[in-house]
């Protein structure tokens, strides 16, 4: 892949991005062999939310266009990741967008948090409205670099709700490596008032 510039990715890097094709899993996302109402991923878990989509597979060109994005600061990356969702993730049939809350210390550390950005993009695209649904309840430990138990462990109580939330809402964040933050997030949203939970993200981990 071409370097990331300014948040450009050139026309064939673009196109050899690897989409994640269905069928996929009705619940989590996940790609399957046949269409599944919950796949190996998800089965046997308690889910907060009613579903999960992805436009890409998070594999080494899509973690350079991440990384550039949340590391380096191209802020400009976000309009792409949005387009790149618009073209393969229905549109939700939701109230409103709200988003993952940051971190507190990487959010002063960045000077502005991808998820956030990420569905303001989304919004505009989608005329829907972007709402502060779910705050930080604590600190946790980055979930790089741990194993799917402890980014469960992890962020369990992690989050609660900002405010009241409608009852449809998409949720929305960078990418999603096990569930464990977004249904983290999810069950925030609920105990705020949503009942029905949709997340989109910009990329998603396939085992």
Same mark, same amino acid.
């Given at each position: 892949?071409?370097?990331?510039?300014?948040? &450009?990715?050139?026309?064939?890097?673009?196109?050899?991005?690897?989409?994640?094709? =269905?069928?996929?899993?009705?619940?989590?996302?996940?790609?399957?062999?046949? =269409?599944?109402?919950?796949?190996?991923?998800?089965?046997?878990?308690? %889910?907060?939310?009613?579903?999960?989509?992805?436009?890409?597979? &998070?594999?080494?060109?899509?973690?350079?266009?991440?990384?550039?994005?949340?590391?380096?600061?191209?802020?400009?990356?976000?309009?792409?990741?949005?387009?790149?969702?618009?073209?393969?993730?229905?549109?939700?049939?939701?109230?409103? %967008?709200?988003?993952?809350?940051?971190?507190?210390?990487?959010?002063?550390?960045?000077? &502005?948090?991808?998820?956030?950005?990420?569905?303001?993009?989304?919004?505009?695209?989608?005329?829907?409205?972007?709402?502060?649904?779910?705050?930080?309840?604590?600190?946790?430990?980055?979930?790089? #670099?741990?194993?799917?138990?402890?980014?469960?462990?992890?962020?369990?109580?992690?989050?609660?709700?900002?405010?009241?939330?409608?009852?449809?809402?998409?949720?929305?964040?960078?990418? &999603?490596?096990?569930?464990?933050?977004?249904?983290?997030?999810?069950?925030?949203?609920?105990?705020? #008032?949503?009942?029905?939970?949709?997340?989109?993200?910009?990329?998603?981990?396939?085992?």
């Amino acid at each position: 892949m071409c370097r990331v510039a300014d948040g &450009y990715v050139c026309d064939p890097c673009r196109g050899a991005l690897p989409r994640i094709p =269905p069928p996929l899993c009705d619940r989590c996302g996940a790609p399957t062999a046949w =269409p599944v109402a919950r796949c190996a991923e998800c089965a046997g878990r308690r %889910l907060a939310f009613a579903s999960a989509r992805a436009a890409l597979m &998070y594999e080494d060109g899509v973690r350079a266009v991440v990384a550039a994005w949340k590391e380096r600061g191209l802020r400009r990356v976000a309009a792409l990741a949005a387009e790149l969702v618009v073209e393969s993730v229905p549109r939700p049939e939701a109230a409103a %967008l709200t988003f993952v809350p940051p971190d507190r210390d990487r959010n002063l550390r960045r000077g &502005y948090h991808p998820a956030e950005r990420l569905a303001h993009e989304l919004g505009e695209r989608w005329e829907l409205p972007v709402e502060s649904l779910v705050t930080r309840a604590g600190s946790s430990r980055r979930q790089r #670099g741990l194993s799917r138990d402890d980014r469960r462990r992890n962020v369990r109580g992690a989050f609660a709700p900002a405010r009241p939330a409608p009852t449809r809402v998409a949720l929305v964040d960078d990418v &999603y490596t096990s569930g464990a933050t977004a249904n983290a997030a999810a069950s925030a949203l609920r105990k705020g #008032g949503a009942r029905d939970i949709d997340v989109v993200t910009f990329a998603r981990a396939v085992r």
